[in-house]
């Protein structure tokens, strides 16, 4: 049974920092693309970043490129988002999500992921 299990959402200060994690099971994340997407209230689920492929190729959204960094430990089989310098416009619920193979131009589209964590909240505020 492929399961994703997010954890290390909290309320922060802006300016603050959390890593999340991504723990996998079932499946390899090495050999998985991994991707993380967040959920604003009223807004459409959207991107974060992905890891997508054994050599651990990257992608950001431009929003959160240079503050967010995306990274993979194959023992523990586990993914993480480590978010520097968080704003309030990064609230939002967090959400894992893996597919075997990502299409190519889709490593940020949510529609293109298959196994689904249950998410995570993350709030940005003073």
């Known amino acids: 049974q492929r399961q994703l299990v997010e954890s290390g959402g909290a309320t922060v200060r802006p300016g603050g920092s959390l890593r999340l994690s991504c723990r996998a099971s079932g499946f390899t994340v090495d050999f998985h693309a991994v991707g993380w997407f967040r959920q604003a209230p009223g807004k459409e689920r959207e991107g974060v970043s992905s890891?997508?492929?054994?050599?651990?190729?990257?992608f950001y959204a431009a929003s959160v490129k240079g503050r967010f960094t995306i990274s993979r430990d194959d023992a523990a089989n586990t993914v993480y988002l480590e978010m520097n310098n968080l704003r309030p416009e990064d609230t939002a619920v967090y959400y894992c999500?893996?597919?075997?193979?990502?299409?190519?131009?889709?490593?940020?589209?949510?529609?293109?992921?298959?196994?689904w964590g249950q998410g995570t909240q993350v709030t940005v505020s003073s």
């Open positions: 999500a893996a597919v075997p193979i990502v299409d190519w131009g889709k490593e940020l589209h949510p529609s293109a992921y298959t196994y």
């Open positions: 890891i997508i492929d054994y050599q651990g190729s990257t």
